[in-house]
């Protein structure tokens, strides 16, 4: 990881339609896309609104552009092209650089959208498939079905992109072991290098929260067993299990996300957006009109101390540099190896799959030793 | 030589809880200008926050009443207010023995009740004359002539003088004073005999030390003299002596025989001024005290430990403050394997330990955790000797023990008749022996049972109204020691026993005591990164088992877009779960935990 080059994060937060499980900010009305591409492309140019924390003198390195939200696949070719130009043209964009797109595959236009993706150097999509149930998309309020996900990789595939990465939902209502397996057998089939599996949160405020009773979700342990068996299962099909929530295959861990863990700056655009630049975490508030009118980014504290580190190197497979660190430390991390929870290996605490399933607890002791 | 002191009324009011006696009293206090009107907030006579949320009067007040009655004459009556509830029975006695009379509220809409009855008997012990007054009758469901009837019959009171009033919109209660004036006697006393005063309350007072409110029944004292306390033999030097205002203390030259008033002597703890005691002089002292004096003895017990560790000398301080003024508490140190260093706390009744620790926890602001209320067991050793037992974690081993006694009481509950099933089935669940069953009056019954005390202590009362959809009242008494098959149980998590935990029961009660504890503990820890056995045993012997599994999931999985500071602010707020937790051993248990081990008579 190139430590001197930053990523860049567009929060595009438009959607068809709401899921109900989903509490990232997004807006169902698509009225002000183009005010808000706008509103992108300007802040590249001025740094307006984080200027405070980071000084426009010379171009910043950059070598990972993320399109997350909301749905970027809702922009059009033309807006998509206006932000990667303008990103080409502010930013000092390394040649390799990943550039991810995510897209929803029910997407209308989708193709059209991959196609202007890839023309314009995007070279990453990752597909919100969430699971090949049927049913269970359904009830995650997913739109279109399992064929429609297989379309859509066609469709990347088509526009010449191969590192394309899938979501997949764990402990989603009226799921279990079997039907994870199918899912898990379909992205086998589509042959993905990636696959983000995120256990499901019930998120504050959510239609899930609010109906929680009624939603038929696995229990801990079930989800726990699903987990581990989802994580056993990719690891045998040549998977790197790499963070707790994502696998990939040799060559196409996700960079970008590799940011986030390991320390390294990026900067996030548009609102709920998240940056961390020159030691410093902040933020854009939930609203995309204080976005659109110039509102400032907003400090979130410094970020990049020891107890930050250790939470955040425990999620991957690199684990957490036994080196430098006291005896109680240490016998801790052996109490957790003997347990089944971690694993040292060359001369890093690593946790296992059980280990990152009880990470929290796991982090907590750890940061009372550090 | 005694002389009638032919203008004043020593009288108090006595009533069952919510018959109105507060407010009644409020509305003689604003009749009699004795606070003006403009001064008068909600219930005067209750000054604490507890007594006015739960409407009961904790501790006895007395205020001087000037009233110009009908005939022409100015009267002073003295209105001694007697506490509320049965847990303070004995200072509802030293109250009405500073009296002549008692005004007796019945409720228009509910009648005689259980705290009616006790009150009126004990009042009818102290030969009081009783006024009868129904309150009330305001109300749409008021039935004065009913309740008349009732009082007529239970109680055996000529209710045909009884002011039919409302003391919420102050109908009719100037009655009450006339009546007070024309039938309770006035005091009688001596002047010039040596000084005699009874202690009705004491109240510790920042400035004026503790404040002891007295009735004088002979003789005369002034400031500069050396006054004695004849229980204790403790003296002091008259500092003030004077009459009780509503709202302030008014000072006088003296007190003479029959008046109620107050003397303040620098005095450090009401522990010298204890309710009950005689006060007299030290230079020409009485020949004999007053009857009726008691030492009241704490019968429920807890421990009850700081939150956080830190706070244990803020708890002494606030428990030091508390004895001050409240001669009934008692606490010395203690130390828990479980919680540390706290308290072992006694108190007069649940009711009691419960204002304790509101009052902690609001007045001083401290986090506490008590242990299970124990009464306090005599147990015989095979050597003959016997100790008292008021902490489970001090209980012999069985091995030594020839038998155990626990306090039984005499309690008398008072219902409609149509929850006499559902209440003798709680009864018989607690362990209750019948005794008989009157009907008062056409629909309600006083049912009479010997209770355990062991078994009212925790939620007897709870669960009696819950039964009777509040109807019951209830009243108990001490009234002795029986043998009893008692065990104690263990509670160990993962191997190791957790004294804060362990019970004293009665072994028919023990084993589904014992699997309902198990139980209640296996919902209320949260799962910990190891298995943890949950074992209650008898002695060596395990007699329920439960499995906390370990855990399983806790991770937060989602990626937000790179903010670091959501996911830091998580497991800061699971690291404050985590420091409200006590760990033992090697498992933390929340307060929950301890708090669901209490209430679990509650579900049976």
């Not at chain 1, 390294?264 to 508030?285: D, E, L, N, V």
């Not at chain 2, 009884?162 to 209660?173: F, W």
């Not at chain 2, 790179?562 to 090697?586: A, C």
Request: contains cysteine; proline residues 4%.
């Amino acid at each position: 990881m190139d430590r001197t080059k930053a990523g860049l994060y567009f929060h595009i937060p438009f959607c068809q339609s709401k899921c109900p499980y989903c509490d990232f900010y997004s807006l169902t009305d698509k009225g002000l896309t183009e005010a808000y591409v706008n509103a992108l492309c300007e802040e590249m140019k001025t740094f307006d609104r984080i200027g405070e924390f980071v000084k426009k003198d010379k171009k910043i390195p950059v070598d990972t552009v993320y399109f997350g939200g909301g749905t970027p696949s809702l922009l059009s070719p033309l807006q998509l092209e206006r932000i990667l130009a303008s990103v080409r043209e502010n930013f000092s964009l390394s040649e390799d650089a990943e550039i991810t797109a995510e897209c929803n595959p029910s997407s209308p236009f989708l193709g059209e959208f991959l196609q202007s993706a890839a023309e314009n150097g995007v070279n990453r999509i990752s597909l919100g498939m969430q699971s090949s149930s049927d049913n269970e998309r359904k009830k995650l309020g997913r739109r279109g079905t399992a064929s429609d996900v297989e379309n859509a990789v066609k469709l990347v595939r088509a526009s010449g992109i191969e590192n394309i990465s899938l979501d997949v939902m764990v402990g989603v209502p009226d799921s279990n072991t079997g039907t994870l397996k199918d899912s898990l057998d379909f992205v086998s089939f589509l042959g993905v290098p990636h696959i983000s599996a995120y256990m499901l949160k019930i998120e504050e405020g959510t239609f899930y929260c609010k109906n929680i009773d009624k939603l038929n979700i696995p229990d801990e342990d079930e989800t726990a067993d699903m987990y581990l068996f989802m994580s056993d299962y990719l690891r045998e099909k040549g998977y790197l299990h790499y963070e707790i929530s994502n696998f990939g295959k040799e060559g196409f861990i996700s960079r970008h996300n590799m940011k986030y863990w390991e320390l390294a700056p990026y900067i996030g655009f548009g609102p709920s957006a998240h940056s961390f630049y020159g030691g410093k975490r902040f933020y854009f508030p939930r609203d995309i009109n204080a976005f659109i009118n110039g509102e400032k980014a907003l400090f979130d504290g410094e970020g990049g101390d020891e107890e930050e580190k250790l939470m955040l190197s425990l999620r991957t497979y690199k684990g957490v540099s036994l080196e430098e660190k006291n005896k109680e430390f240490i016998k801790l991390t052996e109490k957790f190896v003997s347990q089944g929870l971690g694993e040292i290996r060359g001369g890093s605490f690593v946790l296992t799959p059980g280990g990152m399933l009880v990470s929290n607890s796991i982090i907590l002791m750890l940061t009372e030793v550090i | 030589m005694k002389v009638k002191k032919e203008h004043i009324r020593n009288f108090s009011i006595i009533a069952h809880i919510d018959h109105g006696k507060s407010t009644l009293a409020d509305r003689l206090l604003e009749l009699t200008e004795t606070v003006q009107k403009r001064d008068m907030q909600q219930q005067i006579l209750d000054n604490m926050d507890i007594e006015k949320e739960r409407g009961i009067t904790i501790k006895a007040r007395a205020v001087t009443l000037n009233y110009k009655a009908n005939d022409g004459k100015t009267y002073e009556l003295n209105l001694i207010d007697t506490p509320g509830h049965v847990d303070f029975n004995y200072e509802v006695s030293r109250s009405l023995a500073a009296c002549e009379g008692a005004v007796l509220i019945v409720d228009a809409t509910q009648g005689v009740e259980a705290q009616t009855l006790a009150n009126t008997y004990l009042a009818l012990d102290h030969d009081l004359e009783l006024v009868p007054v129904v309150n009330k009758i305001d109300l749409p469901a008021a039935d004065p002539d009913r309740v008349c009837a009732d009082v007529e019959d239970i109680i055996g009171l000529d209710c045909s003088i009884a002011p039919r009033v409302s003391a919420k919109t102050g109908e009719n209660v100037e009655e009450v004073l006339e009546k007070i004036v024309e039938y309770i006697p006035c005091p009688e006393g001596d002047d010039e005999a040596p000084f005699k005063a009874l202690v009705f309350d004491s109240v510790y007072d920042n400035y004026k030390g503790v404040i002891v409110y007295v009735r004088v029944m002979d003789g005369t004292l002034r400031p500069g003299d050396t006054m004695k306390m004849m229980a204790t033999g403790a003296q002091f030097t008259v500092v003030e002596v004077g009459r009780m205002g509503a709202t302030s203390l008014q000072a006088a030259s003296e007190l003479k025989a029959g008046e109620v008033g107050y003397i303040t002597a620098s005095i450090k703890s009401v522990v010298d001024a204890r309710v009950g005691d005689t006060v007299t002089r030290a230079d020409v002292p009485a020949s004999e005290p007053l009857p009726g004096y008691k030492k009241v003895n704490p019968m429920v017990f807890c421990g009850i430990y700081p939150a956080d560790g830190a706070d244990y000398e803020s708890l002494r301080e606030a428990l030091e403050k508390l004895q001050l003024n409240d001669a009934a508490l008692s606490f010395e140190p203690e130390t828990s394997g479980a919680l540390g260093f706290g308290f072992r706390c006694g108190f007069l009744g649940l009711l009691h330990l419960e204002i304790i620790q509101e009052r902690l926890e609001r007045e001083y602001d401290l986090d506490l955790v008590s242990t299970v209320p124990s009464v306090i067991y005599k147990v015989h050793l095979t050597d003959k000797t016997v100790v008292d037992i008021d902490n489970p974690t001090n209980y012999p081993d069985p091995a030594i023990i020839d038998f155990v006694e626990e306090p039984i009481a005499d309690a008398h509950i008072y219902s409609p008749s149509e929850y006499v099933g559902t209440i003798m089935d709680l009864c018989q669940d607690r362990r209750g022996i019948f005794k008989n069953m009157d009907y008062i009056s056409g629909d309600r019954v006083d049912i009479h049972y010997v209770l355990p005390v062991n078994e009212i202590i925790y939620d007897f009362f709870d669960a009696l109204k819950t039964r009777t959809r509040g109807y019951a009242s209830f009243d108990y008494e001490l009234t002795g020691y029986e043998k009893s098959n008692l065990v104690k149980l263990d509670v160990l998590l993962n191997g190791d026993i957790i004294d804060a935990l362990s019970y004293i029961i009665h072994s028919e009660k023990a084993y589904p005591r014992a699997r309902k504890i198990a139980e209640k503990l296996k919902d209320n820890i949260p799962r910990q990164m190891f298995e943890i056995p949950v074992q209650i045993a008898i002695g060596g012997k395990v007699i329920a088992r439960e499995t906390i599994k370990a855990m399983r999931k806790d991770v937060l999985a989602k990626c937000y877009g790179g903010d670091i500071t959501r996911k830091k602010k998580l497991l800061e707020k699971q690291k404050e779960g985590k420091k409200r937790m006590r760990q033992f051993g090697t498992v933390e248990v929340p307060q929950e935990a301890f708090m669901a081990i209490l209430k679990l008579d509650g579900q049976d």
